[in-house]
């Protein structure tokens, strides 16, 4: 057995494994980047209704389904990737055709994320400097990641997820003294039609689970964990959307919250503990930083799977940085300003953009169904 | 030419993983398929069991034919594997003309009580002189009955090459005519005495360390292992230096592929001469271009026992009494030995220390730049005011401050080293009190600036490993490059970057995080915080047979006994 062996005492399985944890570290940094920076739970509608909290908690239903569809995609298909059972599915052709649109659609999605965070930084803190240093900065790490293969995104998820959920719990629990309940009551005042739009946005937020699924499920080391890797991953999600949306809303009501762009970082700027530990966000930002990393790596590395599956001939550090490429010119392109940036989270935007992708599973496996096609593994 | 290949060499570094795997499939095997045996860590030399990197007692076959390899060594090496000539005086003449007619070679000719030419062959300075004559000469030249002489420990000679490789080791070849030849062990040479470790100081523990010489230095850690299943193997590496490498572990305990892989990876280096383990380590490490350390490396016994138990392995090499023990992993770098000496409250209290003192080696002068030139909020008001005050004046720019005073200090500390014993001690308080108050004085640094260099200097003293303290202390160069120009989120970059370096490396397969990444909880118990040994079931299983995994009985928490009814 060869070395690298060493800890998976199963022959036949490749090093590029992750653990149910990681999955599940990989699906909440997944979640946490955008979470903490751009609100989705309050910032999908304007004015966000007051019970958004309860908007966050019934909002898991779609997420998780695709998510368990993907799961199972991979269990039916297992020793594949997404893009090899695409092919299986769908024959060479039809599935080139699938294979291509899917890696253009990675590619646009991880423009809009790098795009995102990098006007994110541009806006609050680093007012002079030219957003595509971000970008690129963030190119460079997604690409080291995504150069490592699955294990070490799982291991960067791993090390970043639970900063990012422990910087998140501080940051509410810190907001507990600010918090006025008023704003908050009385319950369903606005009715359930009004949190069923609230709702949108956390939905498609969780919802990202079904890409995430589809890409890293398929390199799980037991299977047969990946309900439990991803409804933890998604519980825990729904926990800070859920609480993020209440703490936000006890502080500053929903008038001030339309009118924030960011009201995560400016709830993180009111943290004072003992009159000394002030300024905080930097800290949550140093911490979320790591969760982009591996949010856009796992972008990077499905893009790069995705060329490489229909280019077999093509050496995988070339493509990767061609892709790379790629997406930083296009995030230079894409959404230009910020209030773009901030339309894109309103709920028939959100639904625009990224819903097809997330729809991706459904459409796998209803065509695997119907063709009656099963892996070989 | 040579950035370019300096370029190319950091794109292997990036891709040259890819590169290999391609042989799996363009993307590594896709998951589930069984992938061909990763490359093992690139030597260079030829692979093979010809290599030069031979494993005893595989004498006969050398660089006999090798096309490639350094020009003029192949006609050379052939001559070495001739065999001896069965005439004394002819297998002299051999001997001397390999030497070069060296006057350290020295062949004492006689003739035994049987009439029979002889000659004893040695190396003055390697052997004992009285022993040659008591127990080989005398017997032979006056004892008919004799054939051969006292002995505890022969080896025959059949060849040129296993005659230099005797005389050089301290062995007498007896030449006898109408006999094998054969080497007798009469080594005496200088050496130092074991004596207590300068670079590893025991508070609370056993003070030994080991030495230049290899078989005392085996001969310390059997004393601690008194076990059939301490396992040596010989691995001789330098072309010129013919250096004896041991490879030691416990049979049954490490498994058979950690010790094929070290094996493998020593055998395969083609060097004129190996100087020290480290030389080792850098040739036979997982990511050469990685600045941290691939191996743990320590001049205690105790510490080499203790890890032996766990399933390492240990190398050593003759000559240096530093050995190096693989894998190596973070955790292990920032442990020491004095950790089982003390109470593990205190032991894990102080593993603490230590990882907090690496992050304020490597993070303390790069979060002074960066919130100094970028983030005045994050400091409270008061202290704001206090360190506006005291940079009033100094005309540099905190990241040119930072950078002055780092170089300051690691002038002064290679000064140091470089320094008789006597000057270094004056050096050291010259340099603190003298250079860095004169600084001040002058305005060209903040106090401030002297006292963040002063705790993360000596934060990186508190990490046990040199190495990694030296790593440390390199990376804050570019982390505060990095600070002074983008602040936190450039210092969070580089973080991320040296996170992620760490994250890909492997020491011998074995990922340099764990056990925290990926997370063993098995692992924790020992990791940052030392559980108490009676918690301690588990070796590392990354490195054990799976049998082996539990290394004592549970349920041996002390427990006064039960009172008898």
């Not at chain 1, 910032?43 to 908690?57: H, K, N």
Request: net charge positive; aromatic share 8%; with cysteine.
């Amino acid at each position: 057995m060869p070395l690298t062996h060493l800890g998976t005492d199963r022959p036949g399985r490749v090093p590029y494994e992750i653990s149910w944890w990681q999955l599940c570290m990989i699906v909440v940094s997944a979640h946490a980047s955008v979470v903490v920076s751009y609100a989705p739970m309050v910032s999908s509608r304007i004015p966000p209704v007051r019970d958004a909290w309860l908007a966050s908690l019934v909002a898991w239903v779609p997420g998780l389904v695709l998510a368990l569809i993907a799961w199972w995609l991979a269990k039916r298909f297992e020793g594949q990737n997404v893009f090899e059972f695409a092919f299986s599915i769908f024959g060479r052709s039809l599935g080139a055709v699938i294979n291509a649109g899917l890696v253009v659609y990675l590619l646009y999605w991880a423009a809009v994320v790098t795009r995102e965070f990098s006007l994110f930084m541009a806006s609050i803190v680093y007012l002079r400097t030219p957003e595509v240093v971000f970008s690129v900065v963030f190119l460079i790490l997604a690409f080291v990641g995504a150069s490592q293969q699955i294990e070490f995104i799982g291991r960067t998820a791993e090390l970043a997820g639970p900063l990012t959920i422990g910087g998140f719990a501080l940051l509410l629990l810190a907001n507990v003294p600010n918090m006025d309940f008023g704003m908050v009551r009385p319950m369903l005042a606005e009715g359930w039609r009004a949190v069923a739009e609230q709702a949108v946005g956390p939905a498609v937020v969780i919802g990202d689970t079904a890409w995430v699924a589809l890409l890293a499920a398929p390199y799980l080391n037991n299977l047969a964990h990946g309900p439990k890797a991803l409804g933890l991953g998604i519980g825990i999600t729904v926990f800070f959307l859920s609480a993020g949306a209440l703490v936000l809303m006890a502080v500053f009501g929903p008038e001030l919250l339309a009118i924030l762009a960011f009201p995560a970082l400016s709830a993180t700027r009111l943290v004072s503990i003992g009159e000394s530990l002030e300024r905080l966000e930097w800290l949550m930002l140093m911490l979320w930083i790591g969760a982009i990393g591996v949010k856009i790596s796992l972008l990077l590395f499905g893009a790069r799977l995705g060329v490489t599956s229909l280019f077999p001939g093509a050496r995988p550090g070339a493509v990767l940085l061609a892709v790379a490429v790629v997406v930083l010119v296009w995030s230079s392109v894409v959404l230009p300003t910020m209030p773009a940036v901030l339309d894109l989270f309103l709920a028939e935007n959100l639904v625009r953009f990224i819903v097809p992708l997330q729809l991706v599973p459904l459409v796998f496996a209803a065509a695997a169904l119907a063709r009656g096609v099963k892996g070989s593994g | 030419m040579r950035g370019r290949s300096v370029i190319r060499g950091l794109l292997r570094a990036v891709f040259g993983g890819r590169r290999r795997r391609r042989k799996q499939g363009r993307d590594g095997p896709g998951p589930g398929r069984r992938p061909a045996a990763l490359p093992r860590a690139r030597a260079g030399g030829p692979e093979g069991p010809s290599g030069p990197g031979q494993h005893e007692p595989d004498r006969t076959e050398g660089l006999t034919g090798r096309a490639e390899g350094l020009t003029g060594r192949t006609e050379d090496a052939t001559n070495r594997a001739e065999r001896l000539s069965g005439s004394a005086e002819r297998a002299v003449k051999q001997i001397q003309e390999a030497f070069g007619h060296s006057v350290e070679l020295v062949a004492r000719t006689f003739r035994t009580a049987r009439g029979r030419a002889a000659a004893a062959v040695y190396i003055n300075g390697l052997v004992s002189t009285p022993s040659i004559a008591h127990y080989i000469i005398a017997p032979l030249s006056t004892d008919r009955d004799a054939d051969e002489p006292v002995a505890a420990e022969k080896e025959p000679v059949r060849t040129l090459r296993e005659a230099i490789q005797a005389l050089t080791s301290g062995k007498c070849v007896l030449l006898l005519e109408g006999s094998p030849a054969a080497a007798f062990d009469v080594r005496s040479w200088a050496m130092r005495s074991v004596d207590q470790s300068e670079v590893e100081p025991s508070e609370t523990g056993p003070v030994e360390s080991f030495v230049e010489d290899l078989s005392t230095n085996i001969v310390l850690i059997r004393r601690r292992l008194r076990t059939e299943n301490l396992q040596t193997e010989r691995i001789i590496i330098g072309r010129e230096s013919r250096t004896d490498v041991r490879i030691v572990y416990l049979r049954g305990i490490v498994r058979d592929a950690l010790v094929e892989e070290v094996r493998s990876r020593l055998k395969k280096i083609d060097v004129d001469t190996p100087f020290d383990v480290h030389f080792l380590e850098e040739m036979t490490t997982d990511t050469p271009w990685s600045p941290f350390p691939g191996a743990m490396t320590t001049v205690r016994p105790d510490r080499v026992a203790a890890m032996l138990t766990e399933g390492h392995v240990a190398v050593l090499i003759d000559g240096t009494p530093m050995v190096m023990i693989v894998p190596g992993t973070l955790a292990a770098l920032l442990q020491a030995a004095d950790d089982y000496y003390s109470n593990y409250y205190v032991a894990s209290f102080t593993r603490v220390i230590r990882w907090i003192a690496g992050l304020i080696g490597l993070m303390a002068s790069p979060l002074y730049v960066a919130v100094i030139s970028y983030h005045h909020e994050l400091i409270p008001s008061r202290l704001l005011f206090t360190i506006a005050a005291a940079r009033e004046g100094v005309p540099f720019p905190p990241i040119i401050e930072a950078l002055l005073m780092e170089l300051a200090f690691e002038l002064l500390r290679e000064a140091g080293l470089r320094v008789p014993r006597q000057i270094g001690q004056a050096l050291s308080i010259v340099g603190v009190l003298a250079i860095g108050d004169a600084a001040v004085r002058a305005g060209l640094v903040s106090p401030l600036m002297i006292v963040i260099v002063g705790i993360s200097a000596i934060s990186t003293f508190a990490i046990p490993s040199a190495a990694l303290a030296d790593t440390v202390r390199l990376l804050r160069f570019p982390i505060i490059l990095l600070a002074g120009v983008l602040g936190l989120f450039a210092v969070t970059f580089g973080l991320l970057l040296i996170m992620g370096l760490l994250i890909a490396s492997r020491s011998y397969g074995v990922p340099y995080l764990t056990p925290f990444l990926p997370v063993s909880s098995r692992g924790l118990r020992d990791a940052m915080l030392r559980m108490p040994m009676w918690l301690q079931w588990y070796r590392p299983w990354q490195m054990v047979n799976p049998g082996r995994r539990r290394q004592q009985a549970p349920g041996q928490m002390p427990r006064p006994e039960p009172e008898e009814e």
